[in-house]
């Protein structure tokens, strides 16, 4: 069965579908994606569920859950999650059910609900901050980057968002597709994959990147390169990976996509209590392929390793809230707004900013899964789950 435009506008309706027909397969191409990948069918209820990551920190609470057993724990049959090495690949098993749940750059997510994937939605927030701006030592001061290549992990990440927010904050103009000035004060961002950016900033091809960790973290530990300002400390506590799934599998399957919430929570909780108990799942499990020193040190950030400007955010530290709050979704969208990418933005015109989370987001199982974990307090979120969004460049 080939991926063709009447199957990616199967069946649905609400804000975002007409973005996907307006937009048809033009969010494949912006992704590196093309269309003629076979699908799989939707999950038969007696079939393991697959998940799909890349090989950073912000997978590790499905990972976790993995390593950990706790997916059996919650009567769940999971197979061994794949890993992919860069986000187009993810989203392109995921657009054709290769995988039936990912780990996925929130903004990404937003992007291919509307545009390609009206199915597509988001159970909880999988993590939270983990991310850093990381550059060559001899760089000291966001100025020193212009006329100067940064790489993003991809056009709609949290990571570009925030990046652009610093420049601009900086004084300094984010550029793509033209050389960068150091007169003119322009930076130039390029998409490049998590596992080349270390290589790329040790041969001097770059002057930084911005990416989840243990990236920022092996920069560090093979000394070239120092990581500059935690995106924590820009955004506090900012969705960065969410999880996410397709309607189809929670029209069929909702008792499994509760025990998948339960799991991934389950998850979150054993890295909070033993960080380096999850490190060392994650590399002796042969999850992430990182030194277990590098991967330790990246849950697990010290706290006076670097200057930050707002200390009582802990910035420093990847986090493990799961509730994804309406707050964010709307500043997301709006912040998006404010963003130079490489691609198709139009779907971002039809897309009401307080709107958008209600279609994006199903909160029914995160919210169940709260409750049997001891409910908002116990996990430091507000009684009300409402919040007031903090950014500060």
């Known amino acids: 069965m080939s991926l063709t435009r009447r ?16 937009g048809g397969l033009s969010g494949l191409a912006n992704l590196g994606i093309t269309a003629a990948t076979g699908a799989s069918p939707a999950p038969g209820r007696d079939r393991p569920l697959r998940i799909g990551y890349l090989p950073i920190t912000d997978a590790s609470p499905l990972l976790v859950a993995h390593g950990h057993g706790l997916y059996g724990e919650h009567d769940l049959d999971v197979a061994q999650p794949v890993l992919f090495r860069s986000w187009a690949g993810l ?36 993590h939270t901050s983990g991310s850093a701006l990381t550059v060559a030592p001899q760089v000291t001061d966001l100025a020193q980057l212009a006329g100067r290549q940064v790489a993003i992990p991809g056009w709609w990440s949290i990571h570009n968002i925030v990046l652009q927010r610093m420049l601009r904050g900086a004084g300094l103009e984010p550029v793509i597709r033209r050389g960068a000035s150091a007169r003119a004060g322009t930076v130039e961002l390029i998409v490049m994959s998590p596992s080349d950016m270390v290589p790329a900033l040790a041969g001097g091809s770059i002057a930084g990147y911005t990416v989840a960790d243990p990236f920022n973290a092996a920069a560090e530990a093979r000394g070239i390169g120092r990581i500059h300002r935690f995106l924590g400390d820009v955004w506090r506590d900012h969705a960065c990976c969410v999880l996410l799934t397709h ?17 991934v929570l389950a998850g979150q909780q054993a890295i909070v209590s ?29 706290a006076d390793a670097h200057a930050v400007a707002h200390p009582a955010w802990d910035p420093h530290l990847i ?8 707050s964010f979704t709307e500043a997301l969208v709006e912040n998006m707004h404010a963003t130079v990418v490489d691609g198709d933005r139009t779907f971002l015109d039809r897309l009401d900013p307080a709107a958008v989370h209600g279609a994006l987001v199903d909160d ?10 001891g409910g908002a307090a116990a996990w430091g979120l507000p009684a ?5 969004e903090e950014i500060d460049v």
Do not use: K
């Open 319 to 326: 986090g493990f809230a799961p509730f994804p709050f309406p």
């Open 91 to 126: 989203a392109e098993a995921f657009l054709t059910r290769q995988v039936d749940v990912v780990h996925m750059l929130m903004p990404m997510a937003l992007q291919l609900r509307a545009t390609v994937d009206p199915g597509a939605r988001v159970l909880a927030w999988n």
């Open 364 to 373: 029914r199982f995160v919210r169940t899964a709260l409750e049997r974990t």
């Open 7 to 22: 199957g990616l506008l199967r069946a649905g309706s609400g804000l975002l579908v007409a973005g996907a027909a307006a």
């Open 247 to 263: 309607d189809e599998l929670i029209d069929a399957r909702p008792g499994a996509v509760q025990a998948l919430t339960d799991s």
């Open 384 to 388: 009300d789950l409402t919040r007031t």
């Open 274 to 302: 033993d960080r380096a108990g999850a490190a060392a799942t994650l590399t002796e499990m042969s999850y992430l392929p990182q030194p277990g020193p590098v991967v330790a040190r990246a849950l697990n950030q010290p």
